[in-house]
């Protein structure tokens, strides 16, 4: 997989729960999970309680100390695998040692902090056995923040092509991990997530997937169903600000048309996590950014990254409703 060793090697997997199911199940999740024991069983449990019974639970922890291992020794369910290669390796490493072992044809996600809802496989599933050219799915979600909850609803769109790939590199559609159900041999064929990347991993993956499907499986469907909720914890990943710059420089590394052909969408990137340096007083922050920025080549002159700022947000708002998407045939003209 990309960025790594090979995962799933017999020596990475240890305190298998179970044989795999035979034959194949429908689906397998895969649940990476380190250090979340006060949430981790929730999360196994939401998906034990789904509506259809054919899939398999991989479980990989990457090196918890907090219990981990000695909680999923007791867990009986037949579905249920664990892999332990014992030490901390990253949730990507972790994704990809569970995306090795799938022994289904599509694999889903979720997070160790997240839960599914009932029906989270099954609609997803029903999309890509009715639909072969859509290589992956993306569910809406409920959100816990710390305001209260709301509804992240997506589009109801298929996309595929440029259109597609478009969508993902504009952030035009929000990526999470435990929203994405993608067809296995795709995801093995894009080379599995980015084992570097600490963050915006998920979008990336999806990106190489849209890349490589383009002659086969070459669209994505966008499902309004509520499927999982996500929760707010204070020390998760995805709520941690003062990375965010260093993690952009990181993802465009993966990905230099942030910084060539797509350059103002690079820029924008960097002007709103600069903004929010500065707005939450984190001035040492926003100078560590900035040499980072330049470095990476994300910066113009002053009245250049204000009028990409303000072409990208202008066409992001324009594109964000499920009509304008779905006429979507890549980027604009000139980009």
């Given at each position: 997989?990309?960025?790594?060793?090979?995962?799933?090697?017999?020596?990475?997997?240890?305190?298998?729960?179970?044989?795999?199911?035979?034959?194949?199940?429908?689906?397998?999740?895969?649940?990476?999970?380190?250090?979340?024991?006060?949430?981790?069983?929730?999360?196994?449990?939401?998906?034990?309680?789904?509506?259809?019974?054919?899939?398999?639970?991989?479980?990989?922890?990457?090196?918890?100390?907090?219990?981990?291992?000695?909680?999923?020794?007791?867990?009986?369910?037949?579905?249920?695998?664990?892999?332990?290669?014992?030490?901390?390796?990253?949730?990507?490493?972790?994704?990809?040692?569970?995306?090795?072992?799938?022994?289904?044809?599509?694999?889903?996600?979720?997070?160790?902090?997240?839960?599914?809802?009932?029906?989270?496989?099954?609609?997803?599933?029903?999309?890509?056995?009715?639909?072969?050219?859509?290589?992956?799915?993306?569910?809406?979600?409920?959100?816990?923040?710390?305001?209260?909850?709301?509804?992240?609803?997506?589009?109801?769109?298929?996309?595929?092509?440029?259109?597609?790939?478009?969508?993902?590199?504009?952030?035009?559609?929000?990526?999470?991990?435990?929203?994405?159900?993608?067809?296995?041999?795709?995801?093995?064929?894009?080379?599995?997530?980015?084992?570097?990347?600490?963050?915006?991993?998920?979008?990336?993956?999806?990106?190489?997937?849209?890349?490589?499907?383009?002659?086969?499986?070459?669209?994505?469907?966008?499902?309004?169903?509520?499927?999982?909720?996500?929760?707010?914890?204070?020390d998760s990943l995805s709520n941690e600000?003062?990375?965010?710059?260093?993690?952009?420089?990181?993802?465009?590394?993966?990905?230099?048309?942030?910084?060539?052909?797509?350059?103002?969408?690079?820029?924008?990137?960097?002007?709103?996590?600069?903004?929010?340096?500065?707005?939450?007083?984190?001035?040492?922050?926003?100078?560590?950014?900035?040499?980072?920025?330049?470095?990476?080549?994300?910066?113009?002159?002053?009245?250049?990254?204000l009028r990409d700022y303000r072409l990208?947000?202008?066409?992001?708002?324009?594109?964000s409703n499920s009509v304008a998407l779905?006429?979507?045939?890549?980027?604009?003209?000139?980009?």
């Amino acid at each position: 997989m990309s960025g790594g060793s090979t995962p799933g090697a017999a020596g990475d997997m240890q305190g298998s729960m179970s044989v795999a199911l035979s034959p194949a199940p429908r689906c397998t999740v895969v649940l990476p999970t380190y250090n979340r024991l006060r949430t981790l069983p929730r999360a196994v449990a939401s998906v034990l309680a789904q509506d259809m019974a054919d899939f398999e639970l991989i479980v990989v922890d990457d090196g918890s100390s907090d219990g981990t291992i000695a909680w999923l020794a007791t867990q009986t369910d037949p579905r249920l695998r664990v892999i332990a290669p014992g030490r901390n390796q990253g949730v990507s490493v972790a994704r990809n040692l569970g995306l090795a072992a799938a022994t289904a044809p599509v694999v889903a996600f979720l997070d160790s902090d997240d839960v599914y809802r009932p029906n989270r496989l099954s609609v997803p599933l029903g999309v890509l056995e009715a639909q072969p050219d859509v290589a992956f799915t993306l569910s809406s979600a409920q959100k816990q923040m710390r305001d209260g909850h709301h509804v992240a609803l997506l589009p109801d769109v298929k996309l595929a092509g440029a259109a597609l790939e478009w969508a993902l590199v504009c952030d035009l559609v929000g990526v999470e991990t435990s929203s994405v159900t993608v067809r296995t041999d795709a995801a093995r064929a894009a080379g599995g997530f980015c084992e570097i990347l600490r963050r915006t991993e998920d979008r990336e993956f999806l990106i190489r997937v849209a890349q490589h499907s383009a002659t086969s499986h070459g669209a994505a469907r966008f499902l309004p169903d509520v499927l999982w909720e996500k929760s707010w914890l204070d020390d998760s990943l995805s709520n941690e600000r003062l990375g965010a710059g260093r993690d952009l420089v990181a993802y465009v590394a993966q990905r230099p048309e942030y910084v060539g052909r797509f350059g103002a969408v690079g820029r924008y990137f960097a002007v709103r996590i600069m903004v929010d340096d500065f707005k939450r007083g984190h001035l040492a922050t926003l100078a560590r950014d900035l040499r980072g920025f330049q470095a990476a080549g994300l910066l113009a002159g002053p009245s250049h990254m204000l009028r990409d700022y303000r072409l990208v947000r202008a066409h992001r708002r324009a594109y964000s409703n499920s009509v304008a998407l779905a006429s979507l045939d890549g980027p604009p003209h000139g980009w």
